[in-house]
C-alpha cells in the first residue's frame, strides 16, 4: 500500500473540511461559535467506531479520547491535540476540497475562481510534491486544513493503533479544542480530565519541521477619548477621536516593525482593528517578540507614538490597556528535554531531516506549556494557511501520522 493512501488521511480531510467551523472573534461566547461542535460531534462518533469508548464532547467544544496501553511499562501518558476552527481571516463555509493527483508542477487553476492560482513560483514547496497529490479548496475559500489536517493526521493515527494492539505503546490521549484562531483555545481546557504529562500539538507546516519556540504575544488596546460636539457649532470644541487614532496610524514605521517587513527573529507591532465614533475611538493592536523584554520594547514605543499624538490633542485622553495572550514555550520545553528529543529520533527513525525553526506565531501548546503539559508543536504539511490559495501535499499528512506511531514507540522503548 502506497504511503499516500495507508492512513486514509485524505479521505478525512477532504470530509472534514467540509464542515464550517469557524470561530468569530467578536464572540463572547465559548465556543465563539456553536458550529464548531458539528465536526467535534462528528469525530467523537468516528473515535466511537473505533473502539474508543471514553470519547466525549463536553459543553465547551472539547473532545476527549483514551487510546488504552498496550504495553506493561510505565510510560508517560502522550497527549496529541489539534483545534477543529479554522481563521476568521478567510470564509470556511461551503468548502469545496479538489484532490489533485499526479500533480505535474504547474500552475493550479482554481474552478470556482480561475483568478485564484497557486503556483511554484508563488510557494517553492509545490516542488517538492511533483508526482504526488495535492488537496487545495475550489477559490472562493480557505481550504481549512488548519488545522483540520491536524485532527485528520491524530485521528489515522488511533484508528491504525486502534487497529493493531500489536504496537506497544503507553496511554494515549485525544484533545480536538476549539477556538485556538481566537486565542482562546484553552480557556477551559480540563487538564485534569486529560491527565496526560506529555503533549505534542499537530498544527505546522514542512515535512521535518518540529517547533519548539513560539513568539510571546500580547494585545494592546489603544481607546482615544474625544470631545463631541454638534457639527454645527463645533469651532474650538469639537475633538475628533477617529482623526486621531487616523493620526496614530500614520504614525507608524512604514518600513519596520510590522508582520510585512519582518522576518525569522524579528517582532512586530501589528494594527488588527478599528472602530468607534467622533467621541470615541479604538485601536487593537497584536505586539508579537521571542522575548519578554522585546515585548515591553514594543509596548513602550507604542505608547511612546501615541501619546506624542495625544499632546497636539490636550482635551482628549487615551487609555492604553495590554492584554497578555501567549508565551514563548520554549522555556518551558528546556525543563523538559526528552520531550523534544523523543519527537526528534522519531523524526529520524521516518527517514526525515529535522528542521528546528521558531514558529511566528503561536499554537495551543504555548498556552498548554504554561498550564503544565509541555506541548512542543509537530508538522502536517499545510501550506498558505487562511487563505484561498491554501494546499496541503497528502503525503506530507501520511508522514506525519507515520511519525506519530513511531514517536509512541520511542515513548514505550524509553520507559521502564
Known sequence: MSTENRYGTAARLMRYVQVDTQSDPHSESFPSTEKQKDLSKMLVAELKDMGIEDAELDSYGYVYATIPATSAKKVPVVCFCSHVDTAPDCSGKDVRPILHSNYDGGELILPDDPTQTISPANYPYL????????????????????????????????????????????????LFTPDEEVGRG????????????????????????????????DGVKIVIHGVIAHPGTAKGILVNAIKIVGEILSSLPRTEWSPETTEKREGFVHPVGISGIAEKATLDFIVRDFTLEGLKQHEERLHSIAASVLKQYPRASMEFIVKEQYRNMREVLDQHPEIVANAEEAYRRCGFTVVKEPIRGGTDGSKLSYLGLPSPNLFTGMQAIHSKHEWIGVEDMEQSARMLIELVRVWEERSV
Request: proline share 2%.
Open 127 to 174: 516542488k517538492n510534491h511533483i508526482g504526488k497529490s495535492i488537496i487545495t479548496a475550489s477559490g472562493t475559500t480557505l481550504l481549512g486544513g488548519d488545522d483540520k489536517a491536524g485532527v485528520s493526521i491524530i485521528m489515522s493515527m488511533a484508528h491504525y493503533l486502534m487497529l493493531h494492539p500489536e504496537i506497544p505503546h503507553g496511554t494515549i490521549k485525544i
Open 186 to 217: 484553552t480557556e477551559h481546557v480540563d487538564l485534569k480530565k486529560l491527565s496526560a504529562q506529555v503533549g505534542y500539538t499537530l498544527d505546522g507546516a514542512e515535512l521535518g519541521t518540529l517547533e519548539d519556540e513560539t513568539f510571546s504575544a
